[in-house]
C-alpha cells in the first residue's frame, strides 16, 4: 500500500497536500509495533495532522482552516481559487460548445 500511496502523491499535480487523519495514520494506534505500520511520514511529506480516534468533526473543521491558512500564506490561492471562482478559466467549455439540454444553444 506505501508503494501506491507514494505513486498517487507522484502523479498530483501541484500545489498538493497531504493530511493524515486519526491516531492510525499519526502513530499506528493500537498497532503501533506491528511489523507491516510504516508511517505516513516515511512514505510521502505530510502537511496536516488531524488526531482522534475517530478526529472529531471540531478537529476537521478546524485543520481545514489552518490549511486554508497555509495556502493564502503561500500565494497559492490567488492563483487557483478566489471566493470559489476561477481567475484562469472564463467557461469551463468553448462558448460555442455549451448547450442546453435539448441541445439549443445558450447565450452567456
Not at 10 to 37: H, R, T, W
Not at 78 to 95: N, Q, T
Request: a positive charge; one cysteine or more; glycine letters at 8%.
Amino acid at each position: 500500500m506505501a508503494c501506491t500511496v507514494r505513486l498517487t502523491w507522484e502523479q498530483m499535480p501541484y500545489p498538493k497536500f497531504v493530511i493524515a487523519m486519526g491516531a492510525c495514520a499519526l502513530d499506528g494506534g493500537i498497532f503501533y509495533n506491528s511489523y507491516n505500520i510504516v508511517r505516513p511520514w516515511q512514505v510521502v511529506p505530510v502537511d496536516l495532522y488531524i488526531p482522534g480516534c475517530p478526529p472529531r468533526p471540531e478537529a476537521v473543521a478546524r485543520s481545514i482552516v489552518e490549511l486554508q491558512k497555509v495556502i493564502r500564506g503561500r500565494g497559492l490561492a490567488s492563483k487557483w481559487v478566489v471566493e470559489g471562482v476561477r481567475k484562469d478559466l472564463k467557461y469551463v467549455l468553448p462558448k460555442e460548445d455549451l448547450c442546453g439540454w435539448r441541445g439549443e444553444k445558450v447565450e452567456l
